[in-house]
């Protein structure tokens, strides 16, 4: 039978975290579906279509990846697209709880959704997309903290 997960996300911008996770989840299931998500109460740095844009240059190499955008509840986006589970990465322990609620807020919502937490690699527990935003800004280096096909995109795209 063949499993679907989704990996869901604002990506603003991709990380090598959120890649971390890609990969592995692309590595355990049949299909990996990256979801952008468009939230009108969050003012991103890059518009849906670069971060798209960002995400499958950085995916280019995994056919069992795709991604896509949607918008309203991920529990209603898996049930109209048969995706089986959701999956989170943890950086540490004060992400679980955040996690944990939505987790069964998705589970309540959608009672055949399930949740599966990875733990972030131990090179990747400390990024977040607002710490290369701020990094990035000010000028400093995150060639360590973003894809190296994108990196030139996202600098200048911070930059601005």
């Known amino acids: 039978m063949k499993k679907t997960v989704i990996c869901p996300g604002s990506f603003d911008p991709v990380t090598r975290g959120h890649l971390d996770i890609i990969n592995r989840a692309a590595r355990m299931f049949d299909c990996v579906i990256v979801g952008v998500l468009v939230n009108s109460a969050k003012n991103p740095s890059f518009s849906i ?4 844009d960002f995400l499958r240059e ?3 190499e995994l056919d069992n990846v795709k991604v896509v955008s949607f918008d309203g509840l991920l529990a209603e986006y898996c049930r109209q697209n048969n995706v089986d589970a959701v999956v989170r990465g943890l950086r540490a322990v004060s992400d679980f709880e955040y996690e944990f609620q939505m987790a069964l807020t998705n589970k ?3 009672p055949q959704l399930e949740t599966i937490f990875l733990s972030a690699d131990a090179d990747a527990m400390y990024l977040s997309s607002s710490m290369v935003r701020e990094v990035a800004s000010m000028g400093g280096d995150i ?3 973003v ?3 994108i990196h030139d995109k996202i600098v200048r795209g911070l930059r601005k």
Do not use: V, Y
Request: a neutral charge; glycine letters at 0%.
């Open 143 to 145: 060639s360590n903290f």
């Open 147 to 149: 894809p190296e096909c």
């Open 58 to 60: 950085a995916t280019k």
């Open 49 to 52: 279509e670069e971060r798209i």
């Open 108 to 110: 309540k919502l959608n």
